[in-house]
């Protein structure tokens, strides 16, 4: 079996913390979405490979050693020790899971891999990780090839990057959620309780987006909004049409539809002025290749950039 | 009312994961999706760098050849663009840099391949090699407990007092055993003190950053003290040798620069500095906590855990001692080079420490690199390039009237400290010495005067985590950010390059430079 691969059909959650007050929202809401039975939760700090070579030719790793033997820890210990408390405290993980620890060697590193596993009965795992990687970016996409998650919950950056420089140096938010295989939640200020906001376009991949987001905001019992946006007058009745069959796909799933939005204008401003309301943003993955995307941009990036709170990236 | 069963793994898109992964096997479908992300568009743009200073690279070759320049030494230019490029962007791991130089003089430059290889290995290149054995076996003896206690029995508990007393023990141990080994040994002690002071990190932000910049600035302004306080020194020297030493010619021994030639002339700037460096970090960071009475009784418990001094570690003084001696009295008569390997010997013969410890300990990834560096370098002298560089440089400062005296000095250390700021300074030197070494012929300065500028300058890498190895370091611990090397950095620049200059001016005349 692969190391946190997962054992079942079962939905799984890797939650990316830096130490900051966003990831930690991001676990908060993690645990709500797996609060049911049957939600793996793999919680992951990812530390840079110490490099040598700027250390003008001492390896870091001596460094590293010389703090060990001091008994201090590695930077990512203090933060995965205040997400496991965050976790004890929602009461998640019972006296009945069981626990063991992991190390893995990576080739460049002398610490490796290290993790805690917990485990219960039913299979279910709770994972503190604390994974080394050339940088954070490829760390969870890396983690996401051994195991396989649903989605993906990391922390906006605290600053915000403009258009040229997001081109050119993308946020690690950015990258994961344009690379990553699967769904992406990019939490910004996330508060559980204003509901999700679905954008639609009318396109079969929207409606898939519907679907799927029902489906995670049952897990947390949050109510669903939906909004087409009209580039123009003319143009509404369209997109009154598509929120008609966006609608068709929230009945009888138990989840409460909230609004119904049909503002006009720009996609990306009114989508993220209207959103501001809501806990989540919620927006379908662009359908156009890299390049195409490089070239045009796509609102799904533009949105995952400027938006004031949280956007999940779905996949 | 139920909720629709949509569970996402039975959902059209893992449907059509599931036929790829049946079709394909599971191995396959992963290593058919490890390609498609790495030809990715965003993956070669991450590799964009490398792509860029190759187009550069080939279309300095194929652009006609400048007045005054012959097609070798643009060869040579074009190798060194390229290779400043990939020292500051890395968008490959920085020894493959190393390797293409060794390539490009064969291929490119049509160096025979004995002449590339002998021209790698000089005693500067022997003396970092050594530096670096040393640094793994003096940390390895676990002195820095003892030199904890020494600081804070020195200094009380005051917090300004603990920030100018690691400071100053980093620094005057930075001058000598080199910047890296003293702040990967005053590293913890650092954190020690941060962490029983408070355990909550968000309570000693800046009383963490005081303590830990007090270690990083203090190796970095003290590594210029002797040569044996960064490769970047040993550099300098060699180029002097190189560029200017002429064993038929008496009046040119005076560029065969040994350690305490170097220590007379760069030692006050580090001394000068220290103080200015406490006053500098407390204005600007402020710690929370004025007095740490409470973690140095708890640091003095640990120490006293350690027990008296062991006939290891008298022996591994005696052995540092003893290689400081050399380098003091003989660096003249048998190279930096030797007497630094001879040192690593002595700690392997003595069993101090083990050929592992060394293996894994030193990065030989940067040994190769300054090697291929300087192997550049010569090769930027022997071409011409350096000589023509130079001179368009001086000329473009001569419109600025900056080509002479102090306005000169400073156009070369604000050149050196913006290029240190973004590639390791001892690749800083290696890329910028030949030109600076020419510029001062061309512009009728001493070439020992704007060496020791070149060289000090490029310690004022303040301003990132990726100039010194004493930032990199500290960075390490995970307390500072990145801005916070901004937020003071600027000043220690400008503080750094004030003294630089005075001493330029009106010490070193005394001297004879």
């Given at each position: 079996m692969r190391e946190d691969g997962p054992t079942s059909d079962r939905f799984r959650i890797l939650v990316c913390i830096d130490g900051s007050d966003e990831s930690y929202r991001g676990l908060r809401y993690a645990v709500k979405l797996?609060?049911?039975?049957d939600a793996d939760i793999v919680m992951v700090y990812v530390r840079p490979i110490d490099q040598g070579l700027r250390s003008g030719g001492l390896q870091i790793r001596v460094a590293r050693e010389n703090m060990l033997d001091w008994g201090l820890e590695l930077p990512g210990i203090q933060v995965l020790k205040k997400g496991w408390e965050i976790l004890r405290e929602t009461e998640?993980?019972?006296?009945d899971w069981t626990e063991e620890s992991v190390h893995t060697d990576v080739a460049g590193?002398?610490?490796g891999d290290n993790k805690i596993d917990f485990s219960n009965k039913l299979g279910r795992k709770i994972v503190l990780k604390l994974k080394v990687a050339t940088d954070v970016t490829t760390g969870i996409l890396e983690q996401w090839e051994i195991g396989e998650y649903d989605l993906i919950i990391l922390g906006a950056s605290s600053t915000r990057r403009s258009a040229a420089r997001s081109l050119i140096d993308p946020s690690i938010a950015e990258k994961v959620a344009l690379n990553a295989p699967c769904s992406v939640l990019v939490a910004r200020g996330l508060e559980v309780g204003h509901g999700h906001l679905i954008c639609t376009d009318g396109s079969e991949r929207a409606l898939e987006t519907i679907d799927r987001d029902i489906y995670l905001a049952s897990r947390c019992n949050c109510a669903v909004s939906l909004i087409s946006v009209s580039p123009d007058v003319e143009s509404q009745p369209q997109s009154l049409s598509f929120l008609e069959a966006a609608r068709s796909h929230t009945?009888?799933?138990?989840?409460k539809l909230e609004d119904v939005l049909n503002p006009v204008g720009d996609a990306v401003e009114e989508i993220i002025e209207a959103g501001a309301n809501y806990s989540v943003i919620v927006v379908s993955d662009s359908s156009r290749s890299g390049v195409e995307e490089f070239l045009m941009g796509s609102v799904t990036k533009s949105i995952v950039r400027k938006a004031h709170n949280s956007v999940l990236v779905m996949r | 009312m139920a909720v629709r069963p949509l569970q996402p793994k039975n959902s059209g898109v893992m449907h059509r994961t599931k036929r790829v992964q049946r079709a394909i096997g599971v191995a396959g479908f992963r290593q058919a999706r490890r390609w498609r992300r790495r030809l990715d568009f965003w993956y070669l743009w991450e590799r964009r760098w490398f792509l860029i200073a190759l187009l550069i690279g080939a279309l300095m070759l194929r652009m006609p050849t400048p007045e005054g320049l012959t097609t070798e030494a643009l060869t040579v230019l074009a190798m060194s663009t390229v290779a400043t490029i990939l020292f500051i962007?890395?968008?490959?791991?920085?020894?493959t840099v190393a390797l293409l130089i060794i390539v490009g003089q064969v291929f490119?430059?049509?160096?025979?391949s004995t002449d590339v290889a002998r021209s790698l290995m000089t005693d500067s290149v022997l003396f970092i090699m050594g530096s670096l054995m040393l640094a793994v076996a003096v940390i390895k003896q676990k002195l820095d407990k003892r030199i904890a206690w020494l600081i804070v029995r020195m200094t009380g508990t005051r917090t300004s007092s603990i920030a100018f007393g690691i400071t100053f023990v980093s620094g005057v141990l930075a001058s000598f055993i080199g910047e890296h080994t003293v702040a990967a040994m005053m590293l913890p002690v650092g954190i020690t003190l941060i962490t029983l002071t408070s355990g909550n990190p968000k309570e000693v932000r800046n009383l963490a950053a005081v303590l830990l910049f007090s270690i990083s600035y203090g190796c970095s302004i003290a590594?210029?003290?002797?040569?044996?306080?960064?490769a970047r020194n040993a550099i300098m020297i060699g180029y002097w040798k190189e560029f200017f030493f002429d064993?038929?010619?008496?009046?040119?021994?005076?560029?065969?620069?040994?350690y305490l030639d170097w220590m007379l002339h760069a030692y006050p700037m580090f001394l000068i500095q220290i103080p200015f460096v406490t006053f500098i970090l407390l204005r600007t960071f402020r710690p929370?906590?004025?007095?740490?009475s409470r973690a140095v009784v708890k640091l003095r418990a640990q120490v006293d855990a350690q027990g008296a001094m062991k006939l290891t570690d008298w022996l591994a003084i005696v052995i540092f001692l003893f290689v400081l001696y050399g380098w003091v009295a003989h660096s003249s008569d048998f190279g930096l080079g030797t007497i630094a390997i001879m040192g690593a010997a002595c700690f392997l013969i003595t069993g101090l420490v083990q050929w592992e410890d060394f293996n894994s300990g030193v990065n030989w990834g940067v040994v190769l690199l300054y090697a291929a560096a300087i192997s550049l370098g010569v090769q930027m002298k022997d071409t011409g390039a350096a000589a023509w560089v130079a001179e368009s440089f001086l000329e473009m400062l001569r419109s600025v009237g900056a080509d002479e005296g102090i306005a000169l000095w400073a156009a070369v250390s604000g050149l050196t400290t913006a290029v240190t700021n973004t590639m390791s300074n001892g690749a800083a030197v290696a890329v910028l010495g030949p030109i600076m070494l020419k510029l001062a012929t061309v512009a009728e300065e001493s070439p020992l005067l704007i060496g020791f500028i070149t060289s000090i300058s490029s310690?004022?890498?303040?301003?990132?985590?990726?100039?010194t190895p004493a930032c990199t370091i500290v960075y390490a611990?995970?307390?500072?950010?990145?801005t916070d090397f901004l937020k003071v950095g600027w000043k220690m620049v400008v503080m750094s390059t004030i003294v630089t200059l005075l001493l330029a001016a009106l010490y070193w005349p005394l001297i004879g430079i």
């Open positions: 797996g609060g049911g039975v998640l993980i019972g006296d590193d002398p610490l009945t009888d799933t138990g989840v | 962007t890395e968008p490959v791991p920085l020894p490119l430059l049509g160096i025979q590594s210029i003290g002797t040569p044996s306080g960064g064993p038929t010619n008496a009046e040119t021994r005076k560029f065969l620069v040994d929370e906590y004025r007095d740490l310690s004022f890498a303040y301003l990132t985590v990726v100039g611990s995970g307390y500072l950010k990145t």
